[in-house]
């Protein structure tokens, strides 16, 4: 059974940092590219990082370089999104999507919200 879990959400400041982890089960992790995509009320997921397979290739939405980290561990079928310097329009549900050719998996998600 294919298991994606998110956690580490939850309610920061602006200017804060926030840990997400996501924890894989059910497949070949350490053969999929993953990534991370956010979502707000009444807007399409939108991608956010992505790491491939091996962590030799990284890639950052133009607005969130130099701010989020994308990393994995494959011995831990874990990938994780650093967030620093948290704006109020980071505020989203984060989901981690694991892609390898046509197989997708999805995450429930975990909310995020930047607020004072």
């Known amino acids: 059974q294919v298991q994606l879990v998110e956690s580490g959400g939850g309610l920061v400041q602006p200017g804060g940092s926030l840990r997400l982890s996501c924890v894989a089960s059910?497949?070949?992790?350490?053969?999929?590219?993953m990534s991370w995509y956010r979502q707000t009320p009444g807007k399409e997921r939108e991608l956010v990082a992505a790491?491939?397979?091996?962590?030799?290739?990284?890639d950052y939405a133009d607005s969130v370089k130099g701010r989020f980290t994308i990393s994995r561990d494959n011995a831990k079928n874990m990938v994780y999104l650093r967030m620093n310097n948290l704006k109020p329009e980071d505020t989203a549900v984060y989901y981690c999507?694991?892609?390898?050719?046509?197989?997708?998996?999805w995450g429930q998600g975990t909310q995020v919200t930047v607020s004072s």
């Open positions: 999507k694991a892609l390898q050719l046509a197989t997708v998996y």
């Open positions: 790491i491939s397979s091996r962590g030799s290739s990284i």
């Open positions: 059910g497949f070949t992790f350490s053969t999929y590219a």
